[in-house]
């Protein structure tokens, strides 16, 4: 009934679209619940359109094996499955195949996929063939997808670590990135039957500081760093003439895709060196499209940056031409127009200790769960419990040349240069002095290698890890002495004043995250050791201003290392992802989607469990901050739940349970797995009262599809008032798409909405 459009916008092939419409799939769903992109595997997947409508044979990332037919798949590689069955291998008996039929794999999830060659395979007794259940690869975090394929399909069964990686490296024809690494190296111990005496050397380690030295140990022995080749970065003319003229391209009046063009600027600005021709030429191309797009203001700015940089002479006129021009439209225009930004306000009385939660929370901690929230007071459906900002946050890589790195807006008009790396830009000069005294100063000369070697996720570690070095005024001895002094058992947010608090102190809530260090494997804690050794020794070896706080003091170096390994294993268990709304209008008849604006961390937001049936969505709000927002009806003493990326609309209950069990490492028993809720097609309709209207109209939805904000307003309450009557009837199809429309009403009221939305009629987007 609702968001049929919604699916073509994800998978591009009509033939899926017409098998998932004809189950009546809402893809919404499907749109907000996945993994964020970047947290997926994000191969380069033409090859797998030959693959289409023939019989596939797909190991993931858990271990599993499925065959069917590939029906279709998407950017992210989220595969459709037709007529599938899981093979099931066994030391003890034949090949067991489980019938699936119709069936869905998470992008994520996918290690390999290749064609099955049916003549072979059906010659195949399945009852006599037998084989060790495949070990998780562990895919989750990597970067690309890549090495979970060469890793895999590699026959090479060396023993010296250093001829695979020489030849992988030789093979791939780039530098490895971390995770190549890590994976070669357990390789290369699986192979020469070391894996018994590693286990238990970890096993035997009783601090963090012992894992990392003996895992050094494993890497030097191996010669591993060396293949660690940070490429360094910095200006660069040439490259900046390059984007500009990819920009010029953008702005010709036959294209007019002006925020494209723009980027490319911006570009050209951060890779130009100071006070070159090369700069203020940048600076005077994006006047020019901030003149096409009537943004005088910010026109005349960029034509002042321009004059301060060496512009050709000859050129000047034009600039002035344009500066007189721009001054009388300010003139006849009057004051630009101010668009109206909404913040939820909490529903209830603030908690007097933590004024950005409501005081119906409380913080309660059990075998089961460990700490989680409960509300002392029924909670609705559009309540607002916590409107929380984030302690560290990092900027999703390709908004790099669109949004300021520090604050995240997209104020792409105006955005300066890092002064020394190209990598990096900022909307004003307080943002870049606020970024440079919180990380950028440490990570400057490394962050663009960084990005290339590592996931996002793991990079919260790092940035986590700057932040915390810059709250105690890059103090290692400081932060050190306040790690030792924290009562790790004891100590969590609700426990503090929030209202004075000192950013030591909120450290402290960040630093006591859930490392889910005991439940993870010694494959697990190697992989994350790893990268606390490369990421530390990238740091440094080219972080000036991070040796300069280390001094000769190896303890330093040791604190360094600590702190990341410890973050990179709180990172991928509590960090959120942070979204904006944006406008795509060729992406289909779906204009507005939620896109990846980076991630953070988040004290009391990491407080939440996880439910397949969630009572709450995130939304990230522009202020920065990210709210709680009840969406099911919530009991006085009822927990609240948030959703980890497995929800029971979408995913089937053995694929929920091993993907939680594998990332976050706990078995999932929220009503939805105990009581085997149905997928969204399935699920049950409910017989409503003669009186009652379904509250979702397909004109109202369209226009809310379109982001039309007085229908969000009007149509929010009565979306609230049908789930918070009918969600004792949950799971049924009902609540769940009233649910959706509920949570766009709340993304088109309050979530970060791309400024390039004011430009659709201007420029071809
Ligand atoms: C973001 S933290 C949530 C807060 C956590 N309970 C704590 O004590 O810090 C995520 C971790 O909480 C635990 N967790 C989350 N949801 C759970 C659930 N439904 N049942 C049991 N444990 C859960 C898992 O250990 C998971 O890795």
């Given amino acids: 009934m609702l968001n049929v459009q919604l699916l073509k916008k994800r998978i591009n092939f009509v033939t899926i679209a017409s098998l998932l419409f004809s189950k009546g799939v809402v893809f919404s769903l499907i749109v907000n619940y996945l993994p964020q992109p970047s947290q997926r595997a994000t191969t380069t997947m033409s090859g797998l359109e030959s693959y289409v409508n023939n019989t596939v044979s797909i190991i993931t990332a858990d271990g599993r094996n499925f065959v069917g037919t590939l029906k279709g798949f998407d950017q992210t590689v989220n595969i459709i499955l037709d007529e599938s069955h899981e093979r099931v291998y066994s030391m003890t008996a034949g090949i067991e195949q489980v019938v699936l039929g119709l069936h869905i794999i998470r992008g994520d999830n996918v ?18 063939i037998r084989g060790m259940p495949l070990e998780p690869v562990g895919c989750i975090f990597h970067p690309k997808g890549k090495s979970i394929i060469c890793t895999v399909f590699r026959s090479c069964q060396s023993k010296n670590l250093q001829l695979t990686l020489g030849g992988l490296q030789n093979k791939q024809k780039m530098p490895l990135d971390a995770y190549d690494l890590y994976s070669e190296l357990w390789r290369t111990v699986v192979i020469n039957g070391q894996l018994e005496q590693l286990t238990a050397a970890l096993k035997g380690c009783s601090t963090d500081s012992e894992i990392i030295r003996y895992i050094r140990q494993v890497v030097d022995e191996h010669g591993m760093l060396e293949f660690i080749k940070p490429k360094g970065d910095g200006k660069d003319e040439s490259k900046a003439i390059a984007c500009r003229k990819r920009g010029n391209e953008c702005f010709h009046p036959k294209v007019r895709k002006y925020v494209k063009a723009v980027e490319h600027y911006n570009e050209s600005i951060a890779l130009a060196e100071a006070n070159s021709e090369t700069l203020a030429i940048a600076y005077a191309n994006r006047s020019a499209v901030c003149f096409e797009l009537q943004e005088y203001e910010a026109c005349l700015e960029n034509i002042r940056l321009a004059r301060q940089n060496p512009y050709p002479e000859n050129l000047l006129g034009k600039l002035a031409k344009r500066e007189a021009e721009c001054q009388n439209k300010l003139q006849s225009n009057g004051g630009a127009e101010v668009s109206e930004i909404r913040e939820p306000k909490l529903s209830y009385k603030p908690n007097p200790s933590i004024p950005h939660v409501s005081d119906c929370l409380e913080l309660k901690e059990d075998s089961q769960f460990g700490r989680y929230l409960v509300t002392n007071r029924n909670l609705s459906a559009g309540d607002v419990v916590i409107v929380e900002k984030p302690f560290s946050r990092l900027l999703a890589a390709q908004l790099r040349y669109l949004n300021c ?176 709304m944006d406008y795509a209008p060729d992406a289909d008849e779906e204009q507005f989607r939620q896109e990846s604006l980076g991630c953070g961390s988040f004290p009391i937001l990491s407080m939440i469990n996880h439910s397949c049936a969630p009572n709450l969505v995130r939304v990230t709000l522009s202020s920065g901050c990210v709210a709680a927002l009840i969406n099911r009806p919530v009991k006085k003493g009822g927990q609240l739940f948030d959703n980890y990326g497995y929800h029971h609309c979408l995913d089937a209950l053995t694929d929920r349970q091993s993907g939680l069990r594998a990332q976050y490492s706990f078995k999932c028993e929220c009503e939805a797995c105990r009581k085997n809720y149905p997928l969204y097609f399935s699920l049950k309709r409910i017989e409503l009262p003669p009186n009652v209207v379904h509250p979702i109209n397909n004109d109202e939805f369209e226009r809310l599809r379109e982001h039309d904000m007085q229908t969000a307003l009007n149509k929010m309450p009565d979306y609230c008032r049908f789930i918070n009557t009918f969600g004792g009837q949950y799971p049924c199809y009902d609540v769940s798409s009233v649910q959706e429309a509920l949570l766009r009403c709340f993304q088109v009221i309050f979530a970060t909405q791309t400024r390039k939305l004011k430009y659709k009629d201007l420029s071809s987007l």
Avoid at 111 to 128: C, H, M, P, T
Avoid at 454 to 483: C, P, Q, W, Y
Avoid at 549 to 574: K, M, W, Y
């Fill in 405 to 580: 790195d520090y604050c995240h807006q997209d104020v792409f008009l105006s955005l300066i240069p890092c002064e020394s790396c190209s990598f990096t830009m900022f909307c004003s000069e307080d943002c870049r002095k606020k970024a440079n005294e919180g990380y950028h100063s440490v990570e400057c000369p490394i962050i663009k290698d960084m990005h290339f070697l590592f996931t996002k996720v793991i990079l919260m570690a790092l940035r986590t890890t700057t932040m915390a070095i810059s709250t105690f005024g890059g103090n290692l001895d400081e932060l050190r002495l306040h790690i030792e002094s924290i009562d790790e058992s004891n100590l969590h947010p609700f426990k503090l004043d929030w209202t004075g608090i000192s950013p030591q102190e909120v450290y402290s809530t960040i630093h006591v995250l859930a490392t889910n260090q005991k439940q993870r494997t010694p494959g697990d804690l190697t992989q994350r050791a790893i990268y606390a050794i490369v990421m530390s020794e990238v740091l440094f070896g080219k972080s000036q201003r991070l040796n300069e706080l280390c001094g000769d003091n190896e303890s330093h170096r040791d604190l360094v290392r600590q702190l990341i390994f410890r973050h990179a294993q709180t990172a991928p268990v509590n960090m959120h992802s942070l979204m904006y």
């Fill in 111 to 128: 290690a390999i996929i290749g064609q099955l060659d049916e003549s072979v395979d059906s010659k195949l007794d399945f009852s006599s």
